[in-house]
């Protein structure tokens, strides 16, 4: 059966411990963590080495039988000052988190590429891997932008995040994932969405940020997703919804995503010249 985790992103109102005790509750194996703004003055819960708050999430963490798989966000941007990013990432390390999220967001690719390349050594330090999100609306925007950049950094805890709605709303597809090494897909986000494209940046934004459906429930082509990912890749929910309170919020995305895996056959494992024994066609679910 495969492990689940749950991103903080549907629960973003509930602070750590409490998103812990709920994702354990629900059935969740892991939780994500935002440690640190996606945007400006967005909503964070920053941990430090030593605190008493991290001292009380890690004994919850153990009591509840739940793991942090990964922290976000850090936004590569123009004169980011990577090594202030030592503390954060050394408190996340502790509290046993395997991975880090980032986005994209210089419109220098060489000065970006270099930016990833000092994190993911720093990163390194504490055992960390980075992985990079497309999403439209940034300048990382595709699939192949982001592999671009991890391809050129050429650091082996680079990696890149596949989130279903922002492969999709960015015109990918899951066969796209069929030219790239094993070792740049660690980790997915899954949820669902309506068939019809935003117009706009903004619409797309908005979607994101509160309009996605319970994985199963509509038309993206989770099947056909899941079977092209390694069989060890992380997966996690990511489903911020509107008109449910966080309880609900939480216990759809694991009663959901759960009837969907549970349908589904096992994921390949890689072949042993590290390429993926992927399916050739893609599943049935959504266009």
Same mark, same amino acid.
């Given at each position: 059966?495969?492990?689940?985790?749950?991103?903080?992103?549907?629960?973003?109102?509930l602070s750590p411990r409490?998103?812990?005790?709920?994702?354990?509750?629900?059935?969740?194996?892991?939780?994500?963590?935002?440690?640190?703004?996606?945007?400006?003055?967005?909503?964070?819960?920053?941990?430090?080495?030593?605190?008493?708050?991290?001292?009380?999430?890690?004994?919850?963490?153990?009591?509840?039988?739940?793991?942090?798989?990964?922290?976000?966000?850090?936004?590569?941007?123009?004169?980011?000052?990577?090594? !202030?990013?030592?503390?954060?990432l050394e408190a996340g =390390?502790? %509290?046993?988190?395997? #991975?880090? $999220?980032?986005?994209?967001? +210089? &419109?220098?690719?060489?000065?970006?590429?270099?930016?990833?390349?000092?994190?993911?050594?720093?990163?390194?330090?504490?055992?960390?891997?980075?992985?990079?999100?497309?999403?439209?609306?940034?300048?990382?925007?595709?699939?192949?932008?982001?592999?671009?950049?991890?391809?050129?950094?050429?650091?082996?805890?680079?990696?890149?995040?596949?989130?279903?709605?922002?492969?999709?709303?960015?015109?990918?597809?899951?066969?796209?994932?069929? !030219?790239?090494?094993?070792?740049?897909?660690?980790? =997915?986000? %899954?949820?669902?969405? #309506?068939? $019809?494209?935003?117009?706009? +940046? &903004?619409?797309?934004?908005?979607?994101?940020?509160?309009?996605?459906?319970?994985?199963?429930?509509?038309?993206?082509?989770?099947?056909?997703?899941?079977?092209?990912?390694?069989?060890?890749?992380?997966?996690?929910?990511?489903?911020?919804?509107?008109?449910?309170?966080?309880?609900?919020?939480?216990?759809?995305?694991?009663?959901?995503?759960?009837?969907?895996?549970?349908?589904?056959?096992?994921?390949?494992?890689?072949?042993?010249?590290?390429?993926?024994?992927?399916?050739?066609?893609?599943?049935?679910?959504?266009?």
């Amino acid at each position: 059966m495969s492990l689940l985790g749950l991103a903080h992103l549907t629960a973003l109102e509930l602070s750590p411990r409490e998103l812990a005790r709920e994702a354990a509750s629900a059935g969740f194996a892991s939780i994500g963590l935002r440690v640190h703004p996606a945007m400006a003055g967005g909503v964070a819960y920053p941990i430090r080495t030593g605190s008493w708050a991290q001292r009380e999430l890690r004994t919850i963490l153990a009591s509840e039988g739940v793991r942090l798989n990964e922290i976000e966000f850090i936004q590569l941007t123009p004169g980011l000052d990577i090594a !202030a990013f030592a503390p954060l990432l050394e408190a996340g =390390a502790e %509290l046993g988190a395997s #991975a880090v $999220t980032v986005s994209g967001d +210089d &419109a220098d690719r060489l000065r970006l590429t270099a930016s990833f390349a000092a994190l993911c050594d720093l990163a390194g330090e504490f055992g960390l891997r980075v992985d990079l999100e497309f999403m439209r609306w940034r300048v990382v925007g595709t699939l192949a932008q982001a592999e671009a950049i991890v391809r050129q950094a050429g650091r082996p805890n680079g990696a890149v995040l596949v989130d279903a709605l922002h492969l999709s709303r960015s015109g990918g597809a899951p066969g796209d994932f069929m !030219a790239l090494p094993q070792q740049f897909l660690r980790a =997915a986000q %899954l949820c669902d969405a #309506a068939p $019809t494209q935003p117009v706009s +940046d &903004a619409d797309a934004i908005a979607e994101a940020r509160e309009g996605r459906l319970p994985p199963g429930e509509g038309a993206l082509p989770l099947a056909a997703l899941l079977q092209a990912l390694p069989a060890d890749a992380a997966l996690s929910v990511e489903l911020p919804m509107r008109g449910l309170d966080a309880r609900s919020r939480i216990a759809t995305a694991y009663s959901a995503t759960r009837r969907l895996l549970d349908g589904l056959p096992p994921r390949k494992a890689p072949a042993a010249n590290g390429s993926m024994n992927r399916p050739t066609t893609q599943g049935s679910v959504g266009a």
